[in-house]
């Protein structure tokens, strides 16, 4: 069974603090992804990966960055966490080619920056 | 003008109706198109995907697409309680980038 796992369901962080979100899947898949959900706004890109150590800004990438080392592993920092990042966020990975666009979704991280 | 737009519903179908879901795209170079259903405090699961124009049917769902009005669809055909989610369309380009629509929810009521 394919499977996406993400590191902490739930994070409570102070303003200012680093925070790291792990997402980890053995599918062997090229392709990782950082979404936010927000009620209104739906999910948003924040980077994706097509390639270890490769990086692509999606849609509001600002105050985050990105770390892919290993092929399964693709971690999102907030470098100075701020409330406006109060969010959920989803990990996901697809395939190559034409199944780009099938996500597979990890159970996401709730994150509350105090 | 947003890239993929969807009401945002409720929709809300009887047992045993039709549930038509829309869903329009800006980009005219977008290649494929898919359907998610995200229960509520769930992640979005794929049910649908669709690569050229016409319609694509898979048990009681068919996707609908029609590039030159940039138009996508999901009819749930019988529709259950167990549908009630909120359905997201998504589009992907030539290239890795996958946006979503904002989602439309779905209600079906017994």
């Known amino acids: 069974d394919v499977k996406v796992t993400q590191s902490s369901r739930y994070l409570v962080k102070r303003t200012g603090e680093k925070v790291f979100l792990e997402c980890v899947q053995d599918?062997?898949?090229?392709?990782m992804f950082w979404y936010r959900q927000d009620p209104g706004l739906g999910l948003r890109l924040i980077y994706f990966?097509?390639?270890?150590?490769?990086?692509e800004k999606g849609d509001i990438p600002e105050g985050y960055s990105v770390s892919r080392e290993k092929k399964e592993r693709f971690s999102l920092i907030l470098e100075s966490a701020s409330t406006n990042q109060t969010s959920m966020y989803l990990c996901a990975s697809s395939p190559s080619g034409r199944g780009t666009g099938e996500l597979f979704f990890g159970e996401g991280s709730r994150l509350t920056v105090l | 003008q947003k890239e993929v737009e969807q009401n945002s519903g409720p929709l809300s179908v009887p047992e045993g109706a039709i549930a038509s879901l829309n869903c329009t795209y800006s980009?005219?170079?977008?290649?494929?198109f898919f359907w998610y259903r995200q229960y509520s405090g769930k992640s979005p699961e794929l049910i649908m995907s669709i690569y050229s124009n016409g319609d694509k049917e898979d048990g009681r769902f068919t996707a609908q697409l029609n590039k030159a009005s940039q138009y996508v669809s999901l009819l749930i055909r019988d529709s259950q309680p167990s549908d009630s989610a909120t359905y997201l369309c998504?589009?992907?380009?030539?290239?890795?980038?996958?946006?979503f629509g904002t989602g439309t929810k779905l209600q079906v009521i017994p």
């Open positions: 990966s097509y390639d270890v150590k490769m990086k």
């Open positions: 998504a589009v992907s380009g030539g290239y890795q980038k996958v946006t």
């Open positions: 599918m062997d898949h090229e392709n």
């Open positions: 980009d005219r170079g977008s290649q494929s």
